[in-house]
């Protein structure tokens, strides 16, 4: 079956790089996902991969996906107080119609 | 271009009593789509559509009901309310061939 686990909490200064963390079970997946939840918002997608990518680049955003060890991370480069949210990783499959898995979301908390 | 609107933003109901959450898009997105987000558990398939006349069952469907008689609409019954159906409830949208959804702002459901 389907299971996305990530890190409940993760705490960083104002400058430094932050690194959120998803492992998945199920290797068919065709497109992996970030989103971005603010309080009281809905989710903003920041970022997606294709599956048979290693890595993409989008200005301060860096996702690196290790499909051997069913591994994803993202990475913020320079984080600022605004980056404080809910970090959600996402799966979706061939066939799946609009039908994502979500990680069970990961707390960010920047510190001046 | 409104996108994905919800409505109530709010709602407390009593053990039994039955509702309707709506939900409305504006950007003729093919696909819609119900979540519900539990702390701890990321957000879960309740009901999606692939296009008007057509629902199928997500992740966690007992409880709820839908339609989609038109493209714009897909509202969520709750039958008959429970405790357990207290959460945030997401509507999302999704183009037939695109990658991302859009997701409206979340209806705060409180079942006492």
């Known amino acids: 079956g389907e299971d996305v686990e990530q890190s409940l909490f993760l705490s960083v200064r104002e400058g430094d790089s932050s690194v959120i963390n998803c492992t998945y079970t199920d290797s068919s997946s065709t497109y992996l996902y970030w989103y971005k939840q603010e309080p009281g918002a809905g989710l903003q997608l920041l970022t997606y991969i294709f599956s048979n990518m290693d890595m993409k680049q989008d200005q301060r955003l860096t996702v690196l996906l290790n499909k051997k060890d069913k591994h994803l991370s993202l990475r913020i480069a320079d984080t600022q107080t605004g980056d404080s949210a809910i970090y959600f990783c996402?799966?979706?499959?061939?066939?799946?119609?609009?039908?994502?898995?979500f990680g069970t979301g990961t707390q960010l908390k920047v510190e001046l | 271009n409104a996108g994905v609107t919800q409505t109530p933003k709010f709602q407390v109901l009593k053990t039994g009593q039955s509702m309707t959450l709506q939900c409305a898009q504006d950007?003729?997105?093919?696909?819609m789509s119900w979540y519900r987000q539990d702390p701890g558990m990321g957000l879960r398939l309740i009901h999606y559509?692939?296009?008007?006349?057509?629902?199928d069952q997500g992740e966690v469907p007992n409880g709820y009901n839908v339609s989609r008689s038109t493209t714009e609409d897909f509202p969520l019954r709750l039958l008959s309310a429970a405790p357990s159906q207290t959460s945030v409830y997401f509507c999302a949208c999704k183009p037939g061939q695109g990658t991302e959804q859009y997701f409206g702002p979340g209806t705060r459901l409180t079942v006492t």
């Open positions: 559509s692939v296009g008007a006349g057509i629902t």
């Open positions: 950007m003729n997105h093919e696909y």
């Open positions: 996402a799966e979706s499959f061939t066939g799946g119609g609009n039908k994502l898995t």
